[in-house]
């Protein structure tokens, strides 16, 4: 005995209220789910750029900025700081950044490694295990080295860099310090971590 129109009606209606009933939650359920896939603000703020200010570094010393959990050294080089880093060509190991070109941008592959010859912008990580290397700026006889121009001095390893983060021939550190992704956003901001600024 097949059943009333009324009744077929009233089943019909259950049905789609517990399919709408269903479907609602399955979409109530996915949201915390693709939710949690999307990057937290803290990671998008780890690997956001970052505005600097080089107006704030004075000639012949340096600031660290820190972009994506690493310190970035931004040294503003006096004219002897960059006559002394010409001298240098013949000591150090990758004069002109070629052994490995992913830890230097094409715009920085030059002698002192930078947009602006009187500003390098590195990360302050040695490139042989990871440490960080202490300044040594001024020129003098270190114990390391007599004659000594400046530049940044690893003790965990021996490992040299001269004043544009290239590294000294027979040190343990394979390569020169990385320059990150920068542009100049004005005369005196530079932002760290794209290298070029989106308009519009």
Same mark, same amino acid.
């Given at each position: 005995m097949s059943d009333s129109p009324e009744t077929n009606? /009233?089943?019909?209606?259950?049905?789609? +209220?517990?399919?709408?009933?269903? *479907?609602?939650? %399955?979409?109530?359920?996915?949201?915390?789910?693709?939710?949690?896939?999307?990057?937290?603000?803290?990671?998008?703020?780890? /690997?956001?750029?970052?505005?600097?200010? +080089?107006?704030?570094?004075?000639? *012949?010393?340096? %600031?660290?900025?820190?972009?994506r959990g690493q310190p970035v050294w931004v040294l503003h080089r006096t004219k002897e700081m960059l006559d002394d880093i010409k001298k240098d060509d013949d000591k150090v190991a990758d004069p002109k950044s070629e052994r490995n070109k992913d830890l230097t941008p094409q715009y920085a592959r030059n002698e002192f490694r930078s947009i602006k010859p009187e500003y390098l912008v590195v990360v302050g990580i040695c490139t042989h295990l990871g440490c960080s290397p202490q300044d040594r700026l001024q020129s003098g006889s270190e114990p390391f080295d007599p004659s000594w121009a400046g530049g940044f001095y690893c003790p965990c390893h021996g490992s040299l860099f001269d004043l544009a983060g290239r590294v000294y021939k027979n040190k343990p550190a394979p390569f020169n310090l990385r320059v990150p992704p920068y542009t100049y956003l004005s005369d005196n901001k530079i932002l760290i971590g794209e290298d070029k600024v989106k308009k519009g």
């Amino acid at each position: 005995m097949s059943d009333s129109p009324e009744t077929n009606r /009233g089943r019909r209606k259950i049905i789609a +209220l517990t399919a709408a009933a269903g *479907g609602a939650a %399955a979409v109530t359920g996915a949201i915390p789910l693709v939710a949690s896939m999307l990057p937290s603000e803290k990671a998008k703020a780890l /690997g956001a750029p970052v505005e600097f200010d +080089l107006s704030e570094v004075p000639p *012949g010393t340096k %600031a660290t900025v820190e972009w994506r959990g690493q310190p970035v050294w931004v040294l503003h080089r006096t004219k002897e700081m960059l006559d002394d880093i010409k001298k240098d060509d013949d000591k150090v190991a990758d004069p002109k950044s070629e052994r490995n070109k992913d830890l230097t941008p094409q715009y920085a592959r030059n002698e002192f490694r930078s947009i602006k010859p009187e500003y390098l912008v590195v990360v302050g990580i040695c490139t042989h295990l990871g440490c960080s290397p202490q300044d040594r700026l001024q020129s003098g006889s270190e114990p390391f080295d007599p004659s000594w121009a400046g530049g940044f001095y690893c003790p965990c390893h021996g490992s040299l860099f001269d004043l544009a983060g290239r590294v000294y021939k027979n040190k343990p550190a394979p390569f020169n310090l990385r320059v990150p992704p920068y542009t100049y956003l004005s005369d005196n901001k530079i932002l760290i971590g794209e290298d070029k600024v989106k308009k519009g």
